[in-house]
């Protein structure tokens, strides 16, 4: 196997074993880049991560599990002396002053950062097509979607141009471009990950995503990076790991979730329930009495909140600087030329939820739905549910097939997750009929991050092809 298509634990190994240098490794990862910018995954690939390779040869292993292992970063995190734009013109020349705490972990691991990745503007999208530096093309096909928005993310890993990729996850943000390009992407519960230095969407939904070639590589990050910060007060520390027995292990199914998706989705879901049930696990069925409105709850609020936090980008404090006569008139041509037409769209919408004649119909109801949703989730508890099976994604679609109405359904087989605060992973399962990778989710109570990610590499090693 090329160095540059190792797992994170399988660099790991290498090193300790003297059979690979961190200079060997980021040269591979570059050389990769260089011959596939066509896919357009990085915005920026920084050229110091050749030196800071030579640097930790020098200095010898740190001990830390993600020593010199060579990662990038979505363009949504903060990395101290780094552009960061979002992917959209209006944070045009904005440098972060201060590393986001998920970083700045990773830097105390002595990883590598390889550079700034592409990704849907604002992080909303699901195709990885709207980005003011281009669409980000799918590995596997060039002509399908890359998937979104952590469309860079999924694609520099897969492409053999960085072992892992943090990603953003506000409603299959990270699972869904993982599951594209056949690779594991996972969402954490949220608070696992401090959120801090990285740009908001929709605050109450977003987590920091991982992106790895196997939910065993996804596990030693998360165990790097997790954990209460002093800099996010929503933080929580990770639960202690518990030993995974699939034995008598209780396991949710919503059928209903199950009914509207692909019959390729349904049938990489049976795969994992037999699986599952040749290995002990006791399937629960819940009727959620909700399966129905989840997407719609999911779009009201994350439009709703994604107005709030975008009004910040007005052209008088970072990013974007016109020349006006007014403040209106600044804050108006700012953002009409800085934002792109996606972002605008949701924008627009979300000030419809939150006007005055609208709130009480519209955002206050979805909120109230939202509460009904995790409390029947909490409930599961009770009946010893420890984890979800759920759909995963489809192949990805071919590029001028789907509109803007199937690329907003693509996220309702992920959106429960964001919507409860629960961990869930996306794992490939098995090949469509156009030979693309076909995945199923492993979810569970939150803060059975670990349970789920133990689980899920069970799930992995399974996988159909």
Partial sequence: MKANNLSVSQIGEAYKKNELKPSELVKAYQDSYLQQKNLNCYIEFYDEAYETALNLEKAGPSGHHLW??????????????????????????????????????????????LGRLNMDEMA???????????????????????GGSSSGSAVAVAAGMAAFALASD??????????????????????????SGMADLAPSLDVVGLIAHTPLDIKLVLEAVAGRSNFDETSINLNAAKQ?????????????LLKPVHPEVKKAFSLAEEYLKSEGVIFVDI?????????????????????????????????????????????????SKGFGDEVKRRILLGNYFLHEQNYADWYNKANVMRSHLCNKINELKQSGVELFLLPGFSEAPLIGTA???????????????????????????????????????????????QLVLDAGQKLYHIKNY
């Fill in 68 to 113: 010199a292992v060579p990662a990038a970063v979505k363009d949504n995190f903060s990395v101290q002396g780094k552009d960061l734009t979002c992917a959209s013109k209006i944070l045009e020349g904005y440098v972060s002053p201060s590393d986001a705490v998920v970083v700045s972990r990773l830097k105390e691991q002595n990883f590598i950062n």
């Fill in 124 to 146: 909303m999208g699901a195709t990885g097509r709207y980005s003011v530096y281009g669409p980000t093309l799918n590995f596997l096909d060039n002509k399908r979607f890359a």
């Fill in 287 to 335: 009727d959620l009495g909700l399966e129905d409105e989840i997407i719609n709850i999911y779009y009201i609020l994350c439009c709703g909140e994604a107005a709030t936090t975008l009004s910040r980008f007005d052209g008088a404090r970072y990013g974007l600087k016109l020349k006006a006569a007014s403040a209106g008139e600044l804050f108006a041509a700012t953002r």
């Fill in 403 to 449: 509109d803007e109405a199937t690329t907003y359904s693509s996220d309702s087989t992920a959106v429960m997750s964001n919507l409860t605060g629960t961990p869930a992973v996306a794992v490939p399962m098995m090949l469509g009929q156009n030979g693309l990778p076909v995945s199923v989710q492993l979810g569970g109570l939150r803060g059975s991050d």
């Fill in 170 to 195: 506000t409603g299959g943000s990270a699972r869904l471009p993982a599951s594209y390009n056949g690779l594991t992407g996972f969402k954490p519960s949220y608070g696992v990950i401090p959120r």
């Fill in 244 to 256: 995974l027995s699939f034995k008598g292990l209780k396991v949710a199914r919503f059928n209903n």
